[in-house]
């Protein structure tokens, strides 16, 4: 420090004792650390810290939780200590802790002590910090959460039903016309399903059906709990977040696995189970059944289990068929030329077979090339416009990851399973299947394949594959048994 600064420091410094100096020190500090670090950061972390007093060249200040204490000290100690330093010089250290409000208190000559009501600075100051993420502000100035938004067109009229989706969507049909008061059957109920094949629109048409009874009801993906969960910490209303969260009527969470973090899933499964002691409906989507969901919790994949799991398999070439006419029949409002032979759509759903989206990048392709050439739609048409789509979608490449869940699936284990260091026969045999089909139908090698189970040596695996070699050559039960595991991989 220059010797004018410090000149100038220590007229401005207040003495030793000089309460209202320390506080006018303290005002100057946070002033620069606002300054320095922008508002929305000020208020999130430094907006609640109050100097308490000083003594013996220790600043104490205090918080009102430990969570803000701690990530203080972490993160911003080190620089308050400087910034309050070169204001008040005989300020070396700071020291943080929680303060606790003050009761009344009856003290012995009958007078009652009330804790101070905070300066109008402080309640200013509050009033204008910013609404966390994932809340709203009420009319009443209070703060209720929010849920991801919901698409108006996916309702349970336009969802179509097919063999695949025919029992999730009755599960999902006895939520929605449950009443206020009408004991939960099957909770939670968990339906899972590949990409594109319509569980989001399941739940969404869910959550609109009974929100038009009256009942509370919150859909969130897993990305938005998560981040407001997280926010909540922050802005240091997470008693708040998890109030709100339970005093709903239904809970919905998309795309389960992509819940992170120790700390959000256990504060998930806190909620889970609030709700179900409450007889309160949940229901969680994922894109695998609750055991296969590795980076899950434990305990939280049990609780999970313990519900209905209903699978929404691949669609069916009738169900494609109607998909595709529905999106014909809405492309045609907006193109009333746009006309495409049954023959047309018979083809399309026959060598479209990977998902929903895929239907709808058909029909677009479709429509591009009859409204920009002016050609008439045709299957000859339909094959050029739509070759490069099927190129991609066929033949199926298959994942290791796809025949761990496959084979664990068959065998009833889970994919954990596979990957452990378990002996049991129970467990080895489907191993080795396991490995056997990853050198078969993927390109992967020895020393891949064994990482991919839990970091194995490839002699390991090439064990594996010799022994299932020899053995499907004499015993006709496991041969059956890999053919139709390679006919699911393939599917």
């Known amino acids: 420090m220059l010797?004018?600064?410090?000149?100038?420091?220590?007229?401005?410094?207040?003495?030793?004792?000089?309460?209202?100096?320390?506080?006018?020190?303290?005002?100057?500090?946070?002033?620069?650390?606002?300054?320095?670090?922008?508002?929305?950061?000020?208020?999130?972390?430094?907006?609640?810290?109050?100097?308490?007093?000083?003594?013996?060249?220790?600043?104490?200040?205090?918080?009102?939780?430990?969570?803000?204490?701690s990530w203080i000290q972490s993160h911003y100690a080190d620089r308050i200590t400087v910034v309050l330093s070169e204001e008040a010089p005989e300020v070396d250290r700071i020291a943080l802790?929680?303060?606790?409000?003050?009761?009344?208190?009856?003290?012995?000559?009958?007078?009652?002590?009330?804790?101070?009501?905070?300066?109008?600075?402080?309640?200013?100051e509050r009033a204008s910090a910013p609404i966390p993420t994932g809340f709203a502000q009420s009319r009443d100035g209070q703060q209720r959460l929010t849920g991801s938004p919901l698409d108006k067109r996916l309702t349970l009229d336009t969802f179509l039903v097919g063999r695949s989706n025919q029992l999730a969507h009755?599960?999902?049909?006895?939520?929605?016309?449950?009443?206020?008061?009408?004991?939960?059957?099957?909770?939670?109920?968990?339906?899972?399903?590949?990409?594109?094949?319509g569980k989001t629109h399941l739940l969404q048409a869910t959550a609109h059906a009974v929100e038009a009874t009256g009942r509370r009801v919150m859909y969130l993906t897993a990305e938005k709990f998560m981040f407001d969960f997280v926010a909540s910490l922050k802005a240091q209303t997470a008693l708040t977040f998890k109030e709100r969260l339970r005093a709903i009527d239904l809970l919905i969470i998309d795309d389960l696995q992509f819940l992170q973090g120790k700390t959000v899933q256990q504060e998930f499964g806190h909620t889970l189970n609030a709700l179900l002691d409450g007889r309160q409906q949940v229901i969680v989507a994922a894109d695998r059944a609750p055991s296969e969901l590795e980076s899950v919790d434990e305990r939280?994949?049990?609780?999970?289990?313990?519900?209905?799991?209903?699978?929404?398999?691949?669609?069916?070439?009738?169900?494609?068929?109607?998909?595709?006419?529905?999106?014909?029949?809405?492309?045609?409002?907006?193109?009333?030329?746009?006309?495409?032979?049954?023959?047309?759509?018979?083809?399309?759903?026959?060598i479209i077979t990977a998902n929903g989206r895929d239907l709808d990048g058909a029909v677009n392709r479709l429509l591009a090339h009859n409204t920009l050439t002016g050609a008439p739609i045709s299957v000859e048409m339909a094959e050029t416009a739509l070759r490069d789509l099927v190129r991609q979608v066929e033949p199926k490449r298959v994942k290791i990851e796809d025949i761990q869940r496959i084979v664990a699936r068959h065998y009833n284990v889970s994919r954990a399973d596979l990957l452990s260091s378990r002996r049991t026969q129970t467990v080895v045999r489907p191993r080795q299947v396991a490995m056997y089909l990853s050198k078969q139908m993927t390109l992967r090698s020895l020393p891949e394949i064994g990482r991919r189970f839990g970091g194995r040596d490839h002699t390991t695996v090439l064990h594996a594959v010799r022994k299932i070699d020899e053995l499907v050559k004499t015993d006709i039960a496991l041969s059956d048994e890999i053919e139709l595991l390679k006919r699911m991989l393939l599917d």
């Open 97 to 124: 802790g929680v303060r606790v409000a003050a009761p009344k208190l009856a003290a012995s000559g009958g007078d009652v002590i009330v804790a101070p009501a905070p300066r109008m600075e402080q309640q200013e």
């Open 300 to 350: 939280l994949r049990s609780r999970l289990a313990g519900g209905l799991t209903l699978e929404m398999g691949a669609l069916d070439e009738g169900l494609r068929a109607k998909i595709l006419e529905v999106r014909i029949e809405a492309a045609r409002r907006l193109h009333p030329k746009f006309d495409v032979p049954a023959d047309v759509v018979a083809y399309v759903a026959r």
């Open 3 to 69: 010797p004018a600064q410090s000149e100038r420091f220590a007229a401005a410094s207040p003495a030793i004792g000089d309460d209202e100096g320390h506080e006018a020190a303290w005002r100057r500090a946070t002033a620069r650390l606002r300054a320095e670090y922008g508002d929305d950061v000020y208020l999130s972390w430094f907006g609640r810290i109050a100097l308490d007093r000083v003594e013996d060249g220790v600043a104490h200040l205090t918080v009102p939780t430990r969570f803000l204490k």
């Open 170 to 197: 009755a599960a999902a049909l006895q939520v929605a016309s449950a009443k206020a008061g009408d004991p939960v059957t099957f909770n939670p109920l968990v339906i899972h399903a590949a990409v594109g094949l």
